[in-house]
Nanobody, 119 residues
Framework: QVQIVESGGGLVQPGGSLRLSCAPSGSIFRLNAMGWYRQAPGKQRELVAVITSSGRINYGDSVKGRLTISRDNAKNTAYLQMNSLKPEGTAVYYC?????????????WGQGTQGTVSS
């Protein structure tokens, strides 16, 4: 069984920062691409950024603001650093991970972590 655990969400004032982490665990033979998606109130889930196992990064076309995706392969963890946050950054942030294991290749989603930007 594969479990995806996101952390780092919370309430932050405009101009503040959040650092999200994604830590897959369980049956993992190979950890491939890792990505962050977000779903704002009343909107569909959209890509924020994805990073491959070799470190190549692609940001979503709709991404606004100052953010950086990274990963630590030794820890099997991906991060999303968001700085200078604005209220429009309020969303549930989801981690998506591509994994090879004994049942084959598959995408796995976390339950999400809420990031709220408000004064």
């Amino acid at each position: 069984q594969v479990q995806i655990v996101e952390s780092g969400g919370g309430l932050v004032q405009p101009g503040g920062s959040l650092r999200l982490s994604c830590a897959p665990s369980g049956s993992i033979f190979r950890l491939n691409a890792m990505g962050w998606y977000r779903q704002a109130p009343g909107k569909q889930r959209e890509l924020v950024a994805v990073i491959t196992s070799s470190g190549r990064i692609n940001y979503g076309d709709s991404v606004k603001g100052r953010l950086t995706i990274s990963r630590d392969n030794a820890k099997n963890t991906a991060y999303l650093q968001m700085n200078s946050l604005k209220p429009e950054g309020t969303a549930v942030y989801y981690c998506n991970v591509d994994i090879d294991n004994e049942v084959g290749y598959g995408d796995y989603w976390g339950q999400g972590t809420q990031g709220t930007v408000s004064s």
